[in-house]
Structures are given as C-alpha cells and as structure tokens.
C-alpha cells in the first residue's frame, strides 16, 4: 500500500463491527469509522465526550457479517458549570456594543472547567476576530462562546465554516444588554446539531446577570 494511504489508515481506521460481542474500545483520543449491518458511524473519542453518530445507511439491507451500532452522546467530563456561562455573559455584556469570545476549557487532569477570555485581533457590533489561545497539558475546548452584542443570538454561515472541522458545543449570546438571548448546538466534524432548549441551570443562571 501507499505509504501516504498507510499512515492516513492507520489515524483513521475503519472497524468492522461484530455481531456476538461488543466492539473494542479505542485505546485514546481519535476518530474511526465503524462498519455496522446498519450502516457507516464515525465514532469520536475525545478525554471529555464520546460521540457516535451514523454517516449513512446502505441503499438496501442485505445480509453481512457484522453486528449494529446505536448513535451515543457520552459526556465524560460532565455538566457545564452554569456559572461559567453566566460569567461569559458578563464578558460579553463589558465588551458591548462590541462582540466577545471566550472557550470554557476542560481539564482532564484536575477534571475542572474554567473560561479562557480569547484574545481579540479585531472586534466590533457584527464581527469578532480572535487568536486561539493556548491552553495548559490536559485541558480541552468544550464550549467555544462568542456573542452577538445588541442583536440576536443565532449561528451565521461564517460560524458554520469556522465551526465545520471542530468537536465541540458553539455557544451564542445575543441581546447582552438584558437577559441574553441563546443560540447553543453540538459540533461534530460538520455535523451541527442544534438545541431546542437551554439547558435550564444556563437559563438560570443567564437570568440572573440582568443588572
């Protein structure tokens, strides 16, 4: 085999799931393909989520010697603090009437979040443009935060570029100048899934930082 193709296998190998016994888990952090009777999943293993999610279906069912795969959502590290999402919203607010970032890190050592302010390249009312900041051994994005400043909190198309490659939670807060609106969704190498509600110890907590 070539040994470009070798090398990208082996980072990302395929896995042909068995019927009769549960499929090794992976040994660290990484992705794989796992091959199923009912379809192709990419599974994600990261210290703080575990993620399994069905890329597609076979166009018609016939019978092959591998077992099924159920999509999962472990999340390893646990809840988000409420009030760290609370203390980004008074980041935000400080910032008005320009926008805000900031990542809500894990650390897989001491196994405690914090909120990294991002550092800001340019940033008005409409547009945010930050340097990724470095983060300490053992510790792992989880919620990358922006906000919207005055205006509504929803995912424009430029987050769904910036968004398309990362495994993460995206958080956006609008309307910063009272309660704020909230926009959250699950990143998952281009897959977005959007949430119908804010958790409710976020909503809580946002609640409380009207002045």
Not at 72 to 94: D, K, N, S
Not at 96 to 122: K, M, Q, Y
Not at 185 to 202: D, H, I, M, N
Request: one cysteine or more; glycine letters at 8%; aromatic letters at 8%.
């Amino acid at each position: 085999m070539n040994p470009v193709d070798l090398t990208l296998q082996q980072s990302f190998p395929s896995v042909m799931v068995p019927r009769h016994e549960p499929v090794a888990a992976m040994s660290g952090p990484g992705e794989r393909l796992l091959i199923a009777a009912n379809g192709v999943f990419l599974e994600i293993n990261r210290p703080w989520v575990r993620l399994v999610r069905r890329l597609g279906a076979f166009d018609w069912r016939t019978p092959v010697p591998y077992g099924d795969v159920v999509e999962q959502t472990e999340l390893l590290c646990g809840p988000v603090p409420a009030g760290l999402v609370a203390e980004f919203a008074r980041m935000a607010r400080v910032a008005l009437p320009n926008e805000a970032g900031g990542w809500i890190v894990w650390d897989a050592i001491t196994r405690l979040f914090r909120l990294v302010a991002l550092p800001s390249l340019s940033h008005g009312p409409s547009h945010l443009l930050y340097e990724r900041p470095e983060l300490r051994d053992g510790e792992w994005l989880v919620v990358d935060c922006h906000s919207h400043a005055h205006e509504k909190a929803y995912f424009s198309g430029k987050d769904d570029k910036d968004d398309q490659h990362d495994v993460k939670f995206a958080l956006v807060l609008g309307h910063c100048h009272r309660t704020p609106s909230v926009a959250l969704r699950l990143c998952v190498k281009g897959l977005f899934e959007v949430a119908q509600e804010t958790p409710e110890k976020w909503s809580l907590a946002l609640a409380g930082e009207v002045a």
